[in-house]
């Protein structure tokens, strides 16, 4: 069994989602997850099945209608939206960029931003 990271080491989760499904994955920076995140929107706009091993060591191949990049705030140990949202029937412009420093009604720590 692979060893769980606890989310002190690992801030960052990419969640996918799709019909009767949902998993995460933790990373450690912000590159890590961001770059997991758009490798799985090329594979999942093409329509093509996605490869995925969750936060649990569980993998998987799922056909993925939604991914989410979360962020937890170490200030108040909530799981917050890093991102916008990607989803396969409205894909957007800005899916996957980082959301701007005023979009959550809580206080974020200095470093949010940085990987």
């Not at 993998?59 to 396969?88: D, Q």
């Amino acid at each position: 069994m692979p060893t769980i990271t606890g989310p002190r080491d690992c801030p960052f989760l990419v969640e996918i989602s799709g019909a009767g499904f949902r998993h995460a994955a933790l990373h450690a920076t912000r590159h890590a997850a961001y770059t997991a995140a758009r490798a799985i929107r090329e594979r999942a706009q093409a329509g093509e099945p996605v490869v995925f091993t969750d936060r649990f060591g569980h993998t998987g191949v799922y056909l993925v209608l939604r991914i989410a990049v979360l962020r937890r705030n170490p200030l108040t140990g909530t799981l917050l939206s890093h991102a916008r949202n990607w989803r396969r029937n409205a894909p957007a412009e800005d899916a996957l960029t980082t959301l701007p420093d005023d979009w959550h009604d809580e206080p974020l720590p200095a470093q949010w931003r940085t990987p």
